[in-house]
């Protein structure tokens, strides 16, 4: 099939708007989730499946996704991703009843994956001058998605029912996928090899023992049986996988790139950026509408609430482009390291200024404003040292990071919250101490952001320099070898 030419900026934002709707699936259900008991017939417990299911599918495909990115095509896996999404939305719409929409659920996360293929795809594609404000967008989409999710599918609920918010994914999905054929032709760059089996089904195991403990503690209980033997096999899996993925000649990850130093200090502060972003809407969302006898809440109706939120997740697409333009003057460390400085100074106001409504929407945008510019740097710093046979896959482990930044972070909030309550006629709510403490964590958790980048070291090898770099070949070190390139010229 015959593909249009087309300007790079339609490139761009087909890209981006793909991101977007995959995206909103993390929060598409959390509107429904007091009425999903009765809808379907299930417990509030059984109901809650529905978000950790697309958690699960969306962190598991990433990794592997991108890998095959990399090596089968990235065009292919970008519609990959989107198919299996616009499937599981039609299946969700079709089914009716708690198994049928489980399964689209989860097939709704593995659309999560995109992101960091679409991010590959602008890097081979768009011009250089392009590049830069392409991967801020796209980088962005994980937090606009997810912040504009919640207002977005509470009213499409409120007016059209809940079939709605999947046959309306499932439209999107189908003309994004049609778009997608006549606009975008496959990269030029691909690295053919063995995909990493053993390696992925590790990985797998790792990874759904990991983030179903943080999914379900709070109602299994952090000290039951199932969260402390999923943790145990986790960690066993883990050690199994890291020997096992040195030793692949063509691995699942190629850990000697992603322990290269600027790579692994970026991912590291990646995952507290994640945690104080997610760690902003659980906030504001009690804020809002929590009741004023709390000493806190403001007690705004849901769908009032909702829209009090959607500024926050504009300021992530409108400042984007501001952030492509420090990306060029300054580069991605200084980038970085200002956006967890405005989340963690924004944190810290907070702590202060929570009285009224003005205040707590001004709070939301302002932690929007420094997660755009902090997720704009992320990838083009993992690029500045990855391979390019490696670019998907390692902005699939960087997107993986921050994913587990955001599990880790609705685990811990949940925890504070329920530990600190207060009851306001018969209804249990968090405390003002809970609120304060949960604000405490986002300065502290954006301060270790800070910190890690503040060691990222700044590479003046060249690009092509890092591609001519061997990777992943049994007894290469090439870590080793860019860390003899690195130069410290300062924080």
């Not at 970026?266 to 997610?278: E, P």
């Not at 925890?415 to 003002?432: E, H, I, K």
């Not at 986002?442 to 092509?464: H, K, N, Q, W, Y």
Request: with cysteine.
């Amino acid at each position: 099939m015959s593909v249009l030419r087309v300007p790079s900026w339609v490139t761009m934002g087909v890209l981006t708007l793909c991101g977007m709707v995959v995206s909103l699936q993390q929060t598409l259900v959390i509107p429904l989730l007091p009425d999903l008991p009765s809808i379907l017939d299930v417990s509030a417990g059984d109901a809650s499946w529905l978000v950790t299911a697309t958690l699960l599918t969306g962190a598991v495909a990433t990794p592997i996704v991108s890998r095959m990115a990399d090596m089968y095509g990235k065009r292919r896996m970008l519609l990959l991703a989107l198919s299996v999404m616009t499937v599981g939305s039609l299946i969700a719409a079709l089914g009716g009843n708690f198994a049928s929409m489980l399964i689209g659920r989860a097939m709704q996360g593995f659309g999560t994956s995109l992101i960091p293929v679409g991010m590959s795809v602008m890097r081979d594609q768009l011009p250089k001058e392009k590049l830069s404000g392409g991967i801020a967008l796209m980088s962005a989409t994980l937090g606009i998605g997810s912040a504009l999710g919640l207002p977005l599918s509470g009213v499409l609920y409120s007016a059209f029912g809940w079939t709605s918010l999947f046959w309306s994914t499932a439209l999107v999905g189908a003309i994004l996928i049609a778009v997608l054929l006549l606009v975008l032709d496959e990269s030029g760059q691909r690295f053919p090899g063995r995909f990493d089996i053993p390696g992925a089904l590790v990985l797998t195991v790792v990874l759904v023992s990991l983030l179903l403990p943080l999914s379900k503690g709070a109602s299994w209980g952090w000290a039951s049986g199932q969260v402390i033997g999923l943790a145990a096999l986790s960690a066993v899996s883990l050690a199994i996988w890291v020997p096992l993925q040195l030793r692949t000649r063509e691995p699942m990850v190629n850990l000697r790139t992603a322990f290269r130093r600027p790579i692994l200090l970026t991912n590291v502060s990646s995952y507290f950026v994640g945690f104080s972003m997610f760690l902003n809407s659980l906030v504001t969302t009690q804020e809002l509408q929590v009741p004023t006898e709390t000493g806190y809440g403001l007690a705004l109706p849901v769908a009032v609430a909702g829209l009090a939120m959607v500024p926050g997740g504009l300021m992530m697409l409108v400042f984007s482009p501001v952030s492509s333009r420090m990306l060029n003057r300054w580069g991605g460390k200084p980038t970085l390291l200002l956006g967890g400085a405005v989340m963690g100074l924004t944190y810290l106001w907070r702590m202060f200024n929570n009285d009224a409504v003005w205040e707590v929407m001004l709070g939301n945008m302002s932690v929007s404003v420094g997660s755009a510019i902090a997720f704009a740097a992320m990838p083009t710093l993992i690029m500045a040292s990855a391979p390019r046979r490696e670019t998907a896959s390692a902005n699939g482990l960087n997107t993986l990071v921050r994913s587990l930044g955001t599990s880790s972070s609705s685990a811990v909030t949940a925890l504070v919250f329920a530990s600190l309550t207060v009851t306001v006629d018969g209804a249990v709510f968090p405390s003002g101490e809970a609120m304060t403490l949960a604000l405490f964590l986002g300065l502290a958790v954006c301060t270790a952001s800070v910190l890690f980048a503040a060691f990222i070291p700044v590479r003046r090898d060249t690009e092509e320099e890092a591609d001519a770099t061997p990777s992943g070949a049994a007894g290469a070190d090439p870590a080793h070898r860019a860390g003899e390139n690195e130069e410290q010229v300062g924080s």
